[in-house]
T-cell receptor
Framework: NAGVTQTPKFQVLKTGQSMTLQCAQD?????MYWYRQDPGMGLRLIYY???????DKGEVPNGYNVSRLNKREFSLRLESAAPSQTSVYFC??????????????FGPGTRLTVT | DQQVKQNSPSLSVQEGRISILNCDYT??????FLWYKKYPAEGPTFLIS?????DKNEDGRFTVFLNKSAKHLSLHIVPSQPGDSAVYFC?????????????FGQGTTLQVKP
């Protein structure tokens, strides 16, 4: 049981280049999320998908797009990378528990540097 | 505006003593709170949670306290162990949103010295 997997683990981009971060989960979870972690800022939600076929903006969506390809996969695309997008990106998934609560499971992260 | 705040970036305690990590929130709609632990080069992992209908939840060495009137929660670790050294994030959610969205604090780095 792999849980949440992310590829790549590391990436260096030049300003203006594009790339897609891949995320997959094998826990049959309905909801998936993309976060970025920056020093002193904690984890900030970029986009989320509450269920297959839906996506919504989080706190910091500018400069990103997402695709919920199927129930397992949720990708994050940077169309034109900027140095401000240098960060560690985490994907997470969750299922609804008893009482309407959720518990998110995180992938290992992708460390992205934009020069 | 930061809806969930962890005002202490770091905390250092001796092994065997109590660690107390604090978290404040501003949104009165939050009704479910969680703590996550993160080691370097790994993703965060769930530690403990509390619903707004409770004021305390305990799991082994970890206890979370919630003071709704003060919009404050804290995580107590007793006794602290060197393996507890990590970054701790508190998070909050609104259960009725049915999205599972979490709003995280900035994190507190805990160092437990042997």
């Amino acid at each position: 049981n792999a849980g949440v997997t992310q590829t790549p683990k590391f990436q260096v981009l030049k300003t203006g280049q594009s790339m897609t971060l891949q995320c997959a989960q094998d826990m049959n979870h309905n909801s998936m999320y993309w976060y970025r972690q920056d020093p002193g800022m904690g984890l900030r939600l970029i986009y989320y998908s509450a269920s297959e076929g839906t996506t919504d903006k989080g706190e910091v969506p500018n400069g990103y797009n997402v695709s919920r390809l199927n129930k397992r996969e949720f990708s994050l695309r940077l169309e034109s990378a900027a140095p401000s997008q240098t960060s560690v990106y985490f994907c997470a998934s969750s299922a609804q528990l008893a009482g309407g609560t959720y518990e998110q499971y995180f992938g290992p992260g992708t460390r992205l540097t934009v020069t | 505006d930061q809806q969930v705040k962890q005002n202490s970036p770091s905390l250092s305690v001796q092994e065997g003593r109590i660690s107390i990590l604090n978290c404040d929130y501003t949104n009165s709609m939050f009704d479910y709170f969680l703590w996550y632990k993160k080691y370097p080069a790994e993703g965060p992992t769930f530690l403990i949670s509390i619903s707004s209908i409770k004021d305390k939840n305990e799991d082994g060495r970890f206890t979370v306290f919630l003071n709704k009137s003060a919009k404050h929660l804290s995580l107590h670790i007793v006794p602290s162990q060197p393996g507890d050294s990590a970054v701790y994030f508190c998070a909050a959610s609104v259960r009725s949103s049915n999205t599972g969205k979490l709003i995280f604090g900035q994190g507190t780095t805990l160092q437990v010295k042997p």
